[in-house]
């Protein structure tokens, strides 16, 4: 089955660079990336050592629900291009496995998908997951952190 890895939306990012308030109602944060794993969840690459860059709590839900998860991400404070959504994303390199869930059309979490998974697996995972009509999309978070990291859809 064909998948897509969607990033955090080009319109979500921009009001995020405009200053638009995170998902704690605070205005993001502005740093500088020190290169050691500061992922931007839109154009999902690393941003670069010495890169401008904005911290904030992001929630990647249409509605405030008990499964709609909250973390901090980090973003390109300047705009990047969009994940395309093919093939797998740089940031999803970096580390050993991620935290994969599947989730129903209401966004809420579809019980026994939820599985730590070694990166070279990602994929496969994510295919079995959405082979089921019920599961809308499968959401990668960090295993360590639980911060998210991109979604996945059927092409």
């Keep these: 089955m064909p998948i897509r890895f969607l990033p955090m939306p080009t319109e979500t990012a921009a009001a995020y660079r405009a200053g638009a308030p995170d998902a704690n109602g605070q205005p993001p944060e502005r740093a500088v990336s020190d290169g050691g794993g500061n992922p931007c969840r839109h154009c999902l690459r690393m941003i670069p050592e010495g890169a401008p860059m904005l911290i ?12 709609a998860e909250t ?8 705009p990047c ?3 395309a959504g093919d093939g ?28 730590v998974t070694p990166r070279a697996e ?8 959405l082979a089921d009509p ?10 360590r952190n639980n911060c998210w990291q991109a979604r996945i859809v059927r092409a």
């Design 56 to 67: 904030l709590a992001y929630r990647p839900f249409a509605t405030l629900q008990p499964y």
């Design 71 to 78: 973390g901090p991400v980090f973003l390109c404070a300047a």
């Design 81 to 83: 291009p969009a994940h």
């Design 88 to 115: 797998l994303p740089e940031v999803l390199t970096a580390s050993p496995d991620y935290l994969l869930k599947g989730y129903r059309a209401d966004e809420r979490i579809a019980y026994g998908t939820g599985r």
């Design 122 to 129: 990602l994929a496969a995972y994510a295919e079995t997951v």
């Design 134 to 143: 019920a599961i809308a999309f499968v959401d990668v978070r960090s295993a």
